[in-house]
């Protein structure tokens, strides 16, 4: 092992200048980790894909309606607060 594992973190660097070595439980860390955001970019595809086919719905545009007029009254409310805290 060429560069020297961090005692705290069990990680090892290549920071030293040397080759950072990596462990079998490292590789199996990451390859977890790339499942979970595999998994999660299948929610946001499908999430996509739902949104896309309500977006040819009327009941789609009533939504978005009703989600631009709370954004607008939630601006409204920010700035008669920041309005409010300046008096």
């Known amino acids: 092992m060429n560069a020297k594992a961090n005692d ?3 990680w090892s660097t290549a920071a030293s200048g040397q080759s950072a070595e990596t462990s079998p ?3 199996c860390a ?5 499942d979970q955001l595999r998994q999660v970019g ?4 499908a999430a996509l894909g739902a949104a896309e086919a309500l977006h040819r719905k009327p009941v789609a545009r009533f939504l978005t ?3 631009v007029a709370v954004a607008i009254l939630l601006a409204i409310a920010a700035v ?4 409010a ?3």
Do not use: K
């Open 25 to 27: 439980g490292d590789l």
């Open 85 to 87: 805290s300046m008096l």
């Open 65 to 67: 309606a009703l989600g």
């Open 30 to 34: 990451l390859a977890s980790h790339a």
């Open 42 to 45: 299948g929610l946001q595809i």
């Open 80 to 83: 008669a607060a920041i309005a």
């Open 8 to 10: 705290a973190t069990g």
